[in-house]
């Protein structure tokens, strides 16, 4: 089978039921069927078909299943054995705790976030990207995984004034004007047990309304 992850590509967690499955599905065909969004969405279109195909038949999503767990580097034997995972950290980690570090720049990740939920200058052709992370777990994280938790910011209509930026003739002070306020939501990350240094796990955001961009983490183990 292919080495890309289908359910990234569907955005939708590895738990997913066939239910939802069939509604991702759904949801995608309709934004990238090259009849509706043109030729250039057709080699994301045929991707979706392909995960889908995978994912909506049992046999050959177990198939893929364990296609995924040899390739992260998880034993059968300790994903049969796993129990519901355990948190590694009481408090989320915030998504952008170093904000200075992000290339090319905090702002224009930024705003193109924003574009999720304000849906204004989204160009036709925008395609996911990847938000780099890197976690570092120590080597007893590594060995028994877990869920770290991250928060995500999102954005809603500022309650105050609707989403007009505007309280009768003044500005609004909750939103700046912006119509937007800012929400954290919490995505969970699981780490598979045995986690080898170098692991990357992607993380689909559709699910929290974020369309365009996915998590990337590269697992790090610091063993000093």
Known sequence: MASRDYYVTLGIPRTESAAGIRSAFRDLVKRHHPDLSGAEEADDFREVVEAYRVLSDAALRHRYDEELRRREGVPREVVSRRTAAEPLTREPVPLFAHSDEI??????????????????????????????????????????????????????????????????????????????????VTVQLEIPPMVAEGTVIDLPLEGIGVSNFRLRILIHIDRW
């Open 103 to 184: 290339r090319p720049s905090f702002d224009a990740m930024f705003d193109r976030l924003v574009r999720n939920f304000t849906r204004i200058g989204v160009p036709k052709s925008e395609r996911v990207e990847p938000l780099h992370c890197d976690v570092v777990l120590s080597p007893e994280e590594a060995s028994r995984g877990g869920v770290l938790p991250i928060a995500v910011p999102v954005f809603q209509p500022c309650p105050e004034c609707g989403g007009s930026g505007r309280t009768w003739l003044f500005p609004c002070l909750r939103c700046g004007q912006s119509g937007l306020v800012e929400e954290a």
